[in-house]
């Protein structure tokens, strides 16, 4: 549990700090350079990945409570489940295209 | 209701109750995921299917995306601190944050709508296209949520300044707070699959 009774927000100030950094060097890599489409797909893809991560802990606190472990449990299903709708129905209906 | 209380705990964790509600409301938000990931998965398949209407490189203005993302994060980073304000018990603190992530929030819906009206305007509907019926599904959803957090937040903004903080409302606001962040975590894969992504292909 955050201790954070007293001075300033660290954490927050430094999620928010990565979260633009991470946000406009998405923007940087998608449209100022020149790679081909799939390199950027997996290069903005895992930086929001990151920056999702780092939303997840930095401001959601998801590690924290007696909960702390269900939680992330939780959430690391929803994440999986939702990859797996969104790769297998990509991987299905681009068969014979 | 009081059984197993805490105090050496935050407020928001303080009652057995308090712990429950925070536990089934991450798993609520397991299925929001979930949620999302359907409306992902049908823009992902039907993103390129134009039907002769505009494409995204015609419709999207960069301009207008990036000042939406600064806005809904910026509106996280200072529920955060609402938040943070609330675990050092100052009401005050937290009243300011929260009515200033609110205003970032009614930011970024004013610019969601201007951006879909335009849209409409450039005969972009959903009826156009299936890129543009997914598009208006998966993006309108992620409006609604953020319009509904912004009533809820009010409901619970009401309930601060009339009963003060005690265990039950800090449990509501920290409850509100997950749900905004997560709100901004959407908006992450939105920005990254949907606008970059559909620009550069």
Avoid at chain 2, 27 to 35: C, H, K, T, V
Wanted: glycine share 8%; aromatic share 14%.
């Amino acid at each position: 549990m955050a201790k954070n009774t007293k001075g300033f927000p660290l954490t927050h100030v430094l999620g928010f700090i990565m979260s633009l950094v991470l946000t406009f060097a998405a923007l940087g890599v998608a449209l100022k350079t020149n790679l081909p489409f799939k390199t950027i797909l997996w290069i903005i893809g895992s930086l929001a990945v990151i920056q999702a991560a780092l939303q997840l802990y930095m401001f959601m606190h998801m590690n924290e409570g007696e909960d702390g472990k269900s939680q992330i449990i939780n959430v690391a299903y929803g994440f999986f489940i939702a990859f797996v709708t969104v790769a297998g129905s990509i991987w299905v209906m681009s068969f014979g295209m | 209701m009081s059984a197993n209380v805490n105090t050496a705990l935050p407020l928001e964790y303080q009652t057995e109750q308090n712990r429950m509600n925070i536990l089934g409301f991450w798993i609520f938000l397991g299925a929001e995921i979930i949620l999302f990931g359907t409306l992902f998965a049908v823009f992902s398949v039907l993103s390129a299917r134009y039907a002769g209407g505009p494409t995204p490189k015609d419709l999207f203005e960069i301009k207008d995306v990036m000042v939406e993302t600064i806005l809904l994060l910026t509106s996280s980073f200072t529920c955060g601190l609402a938040i943070y304000e609330m675990r050092r018990h100052n009401r005050n603190g937290l009243l300011l944050w929260f009515i200033i992530t609110l205003l970032l929030g009614a930011g970024f819906v004013f610019m969601e709508i201007t951006e879909f009206i335009h849209y409409v305007h450039e005969g972009a509907t959903m009826q156009t296209s299936a890129f543009l019926s997914s598009f208006f599904v998966l993006l309108g959803t992620h409006g609604l949520h953020v319009s509904m957090g912004i009533g809820w937040a009010t409901m619970v903004i009401i309930q601060i300044l009339k009963r003060g903080l005690t265990p039950v409302t800090a449990r509501k606001t920290f409850i509100i707070g997950l749900y905004w962040h997560f709100l901004d975590v959407v908006w992450i894969f939105i920005f990254t699959f949907v606008y970059l992504a559909r620009m550069v292909a």
